[in-house]
Structure formats: structure tokens, C-alpha cells
């Protein structure tokens, strides 16, 4: 082999093991955050469907202090003994506004035996991209969460995330 050739197998050997080490998504790291939002039902010609609006603050490790904002459709059971499924999509801001993080996601609530009053809620995100240095973020997480109606259309809840996100380098 003239050696020429072997720097170009050299070469190409080295490429394809940086691209094998950095991966094609860039970056992931785990991620949590939690906080403390509000929402409000708006009802839809559909007596089981409901429009919520939920606006809260939030710590989320990638982001620092920020908000919380989503819209959802939740859908209340024509019968006991179902859970509420909800979905929607929404957006965490950072404080100083500059970067965003945006997420879709689904999940399903069933109201506390002792208080139905309560509810317990557990959601799958999906994040699909945001502003700033998330312009590119992929990943998904987990959030668990406690809701308490403070009269038939709104309430506070809190909850706990747990998850991955992955950004371009």
C-alpha cells in the first residue's frame, strides 16, 4: 500500500471514530425540574372535554428559574372508574426570556379515593426543539404530578420531572 493511501485510510479511520464517539444528536444530558402552575378549564361543546390553560414558574436544571406555560385537552370519562386522558403542548422560558424549550405531550389523571378534590396525574413529554441554545433539543421525561381543583374550572397542582435531553454541540 503506497503511503499516501495509508494516510487516507488513516484519515478516513479517524473520522468515522470521532463521528461513532460524538454521536448524530450532539449532547444529552438528564435533566429535572419541578414546580407550582395554575390552570384554568374553558369547556367545549363536548360536555367531557375541556380546553385547560395552565401557567405556572418552574426550576428546571437546564434552564434556572423559568416559566411553564401549556394548553391542553383533557378528557373526562362518560363513566367512573376511567382515568382523565390529557394532551397537549407547551413551552418552559427562561427567565430573561432568551431560551425556550418546547415539548408535546400526553398522559392521564385519576381523582384520589380520599378527596375527589384531588387528583394524581402522570404525563410523557416529548421536547421538540425551542429558541437559543435549545433551538435543537430532542428527549423525552416524565412528569408526576398532584392536581387540587379549587372550584369545577380551576386549581393548582405541583409536580416533579425526570427525563433526557439531547442538543446539537
Given at each position: 500500500m503506497k503511503p499516501s493511501q495509508v494516510i487516507k485510510v488513516i484519515a478516513l479511520t479517524l473520522?468515522?471514530?470521532?463521528?461513532?464517539?460524538?454521536?448524530?444528536?450532539?449532547?444529552?444530558?438528564?435533566?429535572?425540574?419541578?414546580?407550582?402552575?395554575?390552570?384554568?378549564?374553558?369547556?367545549?361543546?363536548?360536555?367531557?372535554?375541556f380546553k385547560a390553560t395552565v401557567n405556572g414558574v418552574a426550576q428546571f436544571s437546564l434552564l434556572g428559574n423559568c416559566t411553564d406555560q401549556a394548553e391542553l385537552e383533557v378528557r373526562f370519562p362518560a363513566s367512573p372508574g376511567q382515568p382523565v386522558l390529557l394532551n397537549g403542548s407547551g413551552t418552559f422560558t427562561s427567565s430573561d426570556g432568551t431560551t425556550t424549550l418546547s415539548f408535546t405531550l400526553t398522559?392521564?389523571?385519576?381523582?384520589?379515593?380520599?378527596?375527589?378534590?384531588?387528583?394524581?396525574?402522570?404525563?410523557?413529554?416529548?421536547?421538540?426543539?425551542?429558541?437559543?441554545?435549545?433551538?435543537?433539543?430532542?428527549?423525552?421525561?416524565?412528569?408526576?404530578?398532584?392536581?387540587?381543583?379549587?372550584?369545577?374550572?380551576?386549581?393548582?397542582?405541583?409536580?416533579?420531572?425526570?427525563?433526557?435531553?439531547?442538543?446539537?454541540?
Open positions: 473520522g468515522c471514530t470521532a463521528l461513532a464517539f460524538s454521536g448524530p444528536h450532539g449532547r444529552t444530558v438528564a435533566v429535572r425540574a419541578h414546580a407550582g402552575p395554575s390552570f384554568a378549564f374553558t369547556p367545549t361543546a363536548d360536555p367531557y372535554v398522559g392521564s389523571a385519576s381523582p384520589d379515593p380520599a378527596n375527589p378534590a384531588f387528583f394524581n396525574s402522570k404525563y410523557q413529554l416529548t421536547f421538540t426543539g425551542g429558541s437559543g441554545a435549545l433551538a435543537s433539543a430532542t428527549g423525552s421525561a416524565e412528569i408526576e404530578e398532584v392536581v387540587l381543583f379549587t372550584s369545577p374550572l380551576t386549581g393548582s397542582a405541583s409536580w416533579v420531572l425526570e427525563g433526557r435531553v439531547t442538543t446539537r454541540r
